[in-house]
């Protein structure tokens, strides 16, 4: 008589060692989609020829690849790959705002394990008794077999990839090449992710939502080093907050906060379309490009109600129109000072604010 006993491990962290102990061609796939996946600087192009190649893999009529924010309750549909199209159409068609309401049902159907196989019509009754909602979904869109693997990322689930009417003969290295396929997808989601993240607070003025000191001097830079060519219009136009120290210490600074953002909505619906920058402090500046001169006046109207106001916001501005000489510096310069004329007009007009 003998024994074996068997057991196993569970752990959330990625085994390395197990990993890399794949068959050969599972190993090959993995690269060559590594090398799809990491082989550009364009992210969406870069996704795109990835999933084209996964679907190619898997001898598959659909790979799609959606992205999901469980937080705020969003999915969004990042890349699809198709031979032929469903009898509704588009994949974008179906993945609408309605369509979270089965994503969030996946984590709960997938349970315990990694990933969710379908392969033939006794499996897909296994999932109709736990999630019948998928199940109806899957059949009106005439999905025979599934495949569905979600991308983690540490604790959080980045999103979904999935292989529909794919080559059931070869399940198990379409298996293997997704499980080891998603670990780096995961990753690259995550990265890019990171990076827009990072680059929205180096450019974006958190508190107005506008683009802030650091954008605009790179606007500008790129002006004067030549790798932005100057549109045949520039206007730009400096405008400052008149009253906004007394509003903070009469009101606080919350109430000054809220002056500023309104300024900023102000000018972003003014020059809609245009760059509006928040320079620093109270101080926003504008460019206004691709406009006649009869144009852009309109648009200064517009701003001239603002100013000389004592409630809500108050504006002191100025501006220049570039003369063809290509320099923006200049311009800017002209428009701050015509900007601190104006501001001396207003003093004269309320002298008891000056220094409030």
């Known amino acids: 008589m003998g024994y074996c006993a068997y057991t196993y491990t569970i752990t959330l962290d990625a085994d390395s060692g197990l990993m890399s102990n794949i068959p050969l061609e599972t190993a090959s796939n993995v690269l060559q989609s590594c090398i799809k996946l990491y082989s550009g600087s364009d992210f969406k192009k870069s996704m795109d020829d990835t999933v084209a190649h996964i679907r190619n893999l898997c001898?598959?009529?659909?790979?799609?690849?959606?992205?999901?924010?469980?937080?705020?309750?969003?999915?969004?549909?990042?890349?699809?790959?198709?031979?032929?199209?469903?009898?509704?159409?588009?994949i974008s068609n179906i993945i609408t705002g309605e369509f979270?309401?089965?994503?969030?049902?996946?984590?709960?159907?997938?349970?315990?394990?990694?990933?969710?196989?379908?392969k033939n019509e006794h499996d897909m009754q296994i999932l109709k008794e736990k999630n019948p909602v998928w199940y109806a979904s899957l059949k009106?869109?005439?999905?025979?077999?599934?495949?569905?693997?979600?991308?983690?990322?540490?604790?959080?689930?980045?999103?979904?990839?999935?292989?529909?009417?794919f080559d059931v003969d070869n399940a198990l290295m379409i298996r293997e090449t997704l499980e080891l396929t998603t670990y780096f997808i995961s990753y690259a989601i995550a990265n890019y992710q990171l990076v827009k993240r990072l680059e929205i607070m180096s450019t974006i003025d958190l508190l107005t939502g506008v683009k802030n000191r650091n954008a605009m001097n790179n606007r500008v830079n790129d002006f004067v080093e030549g790798s932005e060519a100057y549109p045949e219009s520039l206007y730009v136009v400096f405008a400052d907050l008149n009253g906004l120290k007394q509003v903070n210490d009469n009101n606080g600074h919350i109430a000054g906060d809220l002056l500023l953002k309104n300024a900023a909505l102000i000018l972003q619906d003014i020059f809609l379309g245009h760059e509006v920058y928040r320079a620093g402090g109270d101080e926003f500046t504008v460019f206004v490009t691709g406009l006649s001169e009869a144009e852009f006046m309109e648009?200064?109207?517009?701003?001239?109600?603002?100013?000389?106001?004592?409630?809500?916001?108050?504006?002191?501005?100025?501006?220049?129109?570039?003369?063809?000489?290509?320099?923006?510096?200049?311009?800017?310069?002209?428009?701050?000072?015509?900007?601190?004329?104006?501001?001396?007009?207003?003093?004269?007009?309320?002298p008891d604010r000056r220094h409030k």
């Open 59 to 90: 001898k598959a009529n659909r790979c799609c690849l959606l992205l999901t924010d469980f937080a705020t309750g969003m999915c969004k549909l990042l890349s699809d790959s198709h031979l032929v199209e469903g009898p509704h159409g588009p």
């Open 140 to 165: 009106q869109y005439d999905m025979k077999t599934l495949v569905l693997f979600p991308l983690n990322y540490g604790n959080e689930t980045k999103g979904y990839i999935w292989v529909t009417d």
């Open 299 to 350: 648009k200064i109207e517009k701003l001239k109600k603002y100013t000389y106001t004592d409630e809500g916001v108050c504006f002191a501005f100025g501006y220049c129109a570039d003369d063809g000489k290509h320099d923006i510096r200049y311009d800017m310069k002209t428009a701050d000072e015509r900007m601190y004329a104006d501001k001396e007009e207003y003093y004269k007009l309320y």
């Open 100 to 118: 979270y309401d089965i994503v969030q049902t996946w984590p709960e159907t997938i349970g315990g394990s990694d990933f969710l196989m379908i």
